[in-house]
């Protein structure tokens, strides 16, 4: 059975900091690209960062220079560092592991991220 747990959300105030986990089972972790995705009330779910079985990383516009992803193949876990948080970021944030381009093939049940003062 495949899992993918997150960890780590909670309430922030602006320009704080907070660090996301993704425990991955059941799957041959290191070669997936696992991927952060967040979605805000009323928006749809959108990429935040994701980092490939090689390393490679690719971050949304929006969260350049202030977040960063990384892995742990051996712990089977996926981070994401925020820092300088704003209000809108507030989201849940979702991970996310794909094998093949264009298909996420398993996904977390999310973690509510709230900035807010």
């Known amino acids: 059975q495949v899992q993918l747990v997150e960890s780590g959300g909670g309430l922030v105030q602006p320009g704080g900091s907070l660090r996301l986990s993704c425990a991955a089972s059941?799957?041959?972790?290191?070669?997936?690209?696992m991927g952060w995705y967040r979605q805000a009330p009323g928006k749809q779910r959108e990429l935040v960062a994701s980092?490939?079985?090689?390393?490679?990383?690719n971050y949304a516009d929006s969260v350049k220079r202030r977040f960063t992803v990384s892995r742990e193949n051996d712990q089977n876990t996926v981070y994401l560092q925020m820092n300088s948080l704003s209000p809108e970021d507030t989201a849940v944030y979702y991970c996310?592991?794909?094998?093949?381009?264009?298909?996420?093939?398993?996904w977390g049940q999310g973690t509510q991220v709230t900035v807010s003062s």
């Open positions: 996310s592991a794909q094998w093949r381009p264009g298909t996420i093939d398993f």
């Open positions: 059941g799957i041959r972790f290191s070669v997936y690209t």
């Open positions: 980092i490939s079985s090689g390393g490679t990383t």
